[in-house]
């Protein structure tokens, strides 16, 4: 099967656990949980099964001290890279330190001033635990807001440089950036922008993209736009339901691209007139649950008539016809 190739730029390695980001490393899949952190078995019973359907590195909220605590059974009990993720409170960040995550997400807009994060740039570098600086539209700081007026994409690509120029003065540079918003067309510009000005790696993702049609749509918009251009170092598909279909679109994203090989690659006629069988949706629908398991790096091709026989036959490896 052909591949598509794309010239990636080159960003600096940062290592989550055992798991490289930039440096020209597989593209990581992301997902955040969705149960109540302080939930021990929940979460990582949820864990467990993202990282079964191919996620590599899995987020948890750390909204209080109690989910904080609890992350140090949670990262006892897991083989995957945990995050933990930080608003408003910095002392959050230092608890889950201690409790083992793998890497720190801060928000600047929320977290506070110089101070409480360079307390927390300490408590990292002492760990050698990476930070992501997680810019999003919706909370930028209310200093560069009044500059620009509304949220813009040079505004956050602003917020993310005062935080990088923050983490650098201190003499830390473990870092991974991202500038998320819930407009893809935003989103772009962000990161194409703060593209140009540093070579921390890069985590791609659309904000609040929203239910899974609409949200995949946003996703595969703005995360496949960038990777296509070569910008991005992992990628976290945010979509309101089943974390583990933020992983398989995210693993979607990666294989139309030619940036990811393994699995099944389903190829189905969209049907016309031609049809000979009203049954092809359905059979399409079952036969996409049946193998989005397979490890198999095959393409599996269903046609409900003879149009397509002789070029698809030439560029899949199992072909069904439906006559």
Do not use: W
């Amino acid at each position: 099967m052909s591949e598509n190739r794309y010239s990636r730029k080159k960003t600096r390695p940062v290592k989550v656990g055992k798991v490289q980001i930039g440096g020209g490393a597989p593209i990581p899949v992301q997902s955040m949980t969705k149960t109540k952190t302080r939930d021990i078995d929940s979460t990582v019973e949820q864990i467990r099964r993202l990282a079964a359907g191919g996620c590599e590195i899995v987020r948890c909220a750390v909204p209080d001290e109690t989910s904080a605590r609890a992350l140090k059974e949670i990262v006892a009990q897991t083989n995957i890279p945990i995050v933990a993720d930080i608003h408003f409170n910095y002392r959050l960040a230092l608890i889950s330190l201690d409790s083992g995550v793998h890497k720190i997400r801060i928000n600047p807009g929320n977290i506070g001033n110089r101070s409480r994060i360079e307390s927390v740039l300490k408590a990292c570098r002492e760990r050698k635990v990476p930070i992501r600086i997680g810019v999003n539209s919706g909370s930028i700081e209310k200093e560069i807001l009044q500059k620009y007026r509304h949220p813009t994409a040079p505004a956050m690509v602003e917020s993310a440089l005062f935080h990088v120029g923050i983490c650098e003065n201190f003499g830390f540079t473990d870092l991974v950036l991202s500038l998320k918003a819930s407009s893809p067309k935003m989103m772009i510009e962000a990161y194409r922008l703060i593209s140009q000005k540093v070579d921390y790696p890069l985590h791609l993702g659309v904000t609040e993209a929203g239910p899974s049609r609409s949200g995949t749509i946003k996703s595969a918009v703005g995360i496949g736009t960038l990777l296509a251009e070569g910008i991005g170092d992992t990628i976290r598909v945010s979509l309101t339901g089943d974390p583990a279909e933020e992983v398989r679109v995210g693993k979607e994203i990666l294989k139309s691209l030619g940036l990811r090989r393994g699995g099944v690659t389903l190829v189905s006629c969209p049907t016309c007139g031609r049809l000979e069988t009203p049954d092809l949706t359905r059979i399409a629908q079952e036969l996409e649950t049946r193998l989005q398991n397979v490890p198999k790096d095959i393409t599996v091709a269903l046609m409900g008539c003879n149009k397509y026989y002789v070029q698809s036959i030439c560029n899949c490896e199992f072909q069904i016809i439906i006559l």
